[in-house]
């Protein structure tokens, strides 16, 4: 816990909250960042090995994710402890004894992320009424099936084409993280043009350098087997992703994968961060020295957040599409034009404009 305090400032937390259930055997972190904006938002990660650190590095991530896309809400980040793939009643039981862990914490609406889904949120909301990201049939925008997370990158690689030389029409692709944001992200740069040359998830990496045929990679890997059995590639190691040439590489898995140790096997001309603080800062620094655009992560993949902040309003799915094309395209467009007028990092350029956001809303609390 020590370390996490490291990471606190004038934002926040407001609360960092470790749960133990005995009775359950639920072990869960929930971390409140900054509720200045409206009650806090924010996914539910089940993963075994996350730390107190991680969790408040994560949720500061989402604040400036929240601020940035001007929605009316905080954040707050919780970790279920656990094995992802666990059989589904053990999933349920954990779930729900988290779901009443926090039920008195209302500032905290949960939702959907790495390890828990639409199904996971109905469950909440059973127990304690409150979460978003639900499924179609109670109300929900199913943010993961629609893959709304993948179109907000889109959206902000299109906007990379006037600030660099990037042309996603014939752009090769790499994707770490074969997932809801991953796949997502293949699909619709697809659609555009774009060529899927490589694909990991946690097992493996599968690579075909004519281009994967990203719906068969899809269904294949929903089927539950891992993208390095698809025939429609050659397989190999997980970390082997790093190594393929390209012009977009969308890290959409962990943390921090990219550090100042690997960076130079990166061969592309842009990142862009599907992922939640997939790159250090260091990392990040020396793309921009080597002229690679880095397209941050809270500014990249704010479509799930403004996503759910259109369902717990009722609004519909197109309402969702409309407003993350709009609130994405405008933010990276000032982002990038900052970074470039001012010679800062992207990354430098969104945190001065979405702190500044913050502590608008901070003053006007306090005013
Ligand atoms: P997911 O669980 O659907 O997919 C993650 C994928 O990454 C899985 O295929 C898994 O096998 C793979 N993976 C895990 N470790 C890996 C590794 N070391 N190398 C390669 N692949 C690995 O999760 P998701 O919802 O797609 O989220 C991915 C990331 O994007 C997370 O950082 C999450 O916080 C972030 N994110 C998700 C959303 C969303 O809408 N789902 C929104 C914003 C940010």
């Not at 000032?334 to 010679?343: F, P, S």
């Amino acid at each position: 816990m020590a370390e996490a305090f490291r990471y606190c400032d004038e934002l926040g937390p407001e609360k960092i909250i470790e749960i133990y259930d005995p009775l359950s055997q639920l072990k869960a972190v929930l971390v409140v960042d900054n509720v200045a904006k409206g009650p806090s938002i924010g996914g539910i990660r089940m993963a075994p090995d996350v730390t107190v650190e991680e969790s408040v590095r994560l949720a500061r991530a989402m604040t400036l994710k929240n601020a940035a896309a001007g929605i009316p809400h905080g954040v707050g980040k919780s970790v279920v402890v656990g094995a992802p793939r666990m059989a589904t009643t053990d999933k349920e039981q954990l779930i729900r004894a988290f779901a009443n862990a926090i039920e008195v914490i209302t500032d905290y609406i949960p939702g959907p992320d790495m390890g828990t889904n639409e199904v996971a949120m109905a469950w909440i909301r059973d127990e304690i009424g409150r979460a978003v990201g639900l499924p179609r049939e109670v109300g929900g925008i199913p943010l993961d099936e629609i893959g709304i997370t993948g179109f907000g990158v889109t959206v902000a690689l299109e906007v990379a084409q006037d600030f660099c030389d990037l042309q996603i029409d014939g752009a090769r692709v790499v994707v770490q993280g074969f997932g809801s944001v991953g796949k997502h992200a293949a699909r619709f740069l697809a659609d555009k043009g774009a060529r899927l040359v490589a694909a990991s998830d946690s097992r493996g990496c599968c690579l075909n350098a004519a281009g994967i045929d990203v719906q068969a990679l899809i269904e294949f890997k929903e089927a539950g087997h891992p993208v390095s059995e698809f025939s429609g590639g050659e397989a190999l190691d997980r970390d082997a992703v790093l190594d393929v040439e390209c012009e977009i590489w969308i890290p959409a898995a962990r943390p921090d994968v990219l550090t100042a140790d690997n960076i130079d096997r990166l061969k592309t001309l842009v990142v862009a961060e599907g992922a939640n603080i997939p790159a250090t800062l260091e990392a990040e620094r020396m793309l921009a020295e080597r002229g690679v655009l880095v397209l941050p992560d809270f500014i990249a993949n704010a479509g799930g957040v403004i996503c759910a902040a259109v369902e717990w309003m009722k609004g519909s799915e197109t309402q969702a599409m409309i407003e993350v094309e709009e609130k994405i395209r405008a933010n990276m467009i000032e982002v990038l034009t900052a970074a470039r007028d001012e010679n800062k990092l992207p990354r430098e350029a969104a945190m001065d404009m979405a702190q500044g956001r913050v502590l608008e809303a901070m003053a006007v609390r306090e005013s």
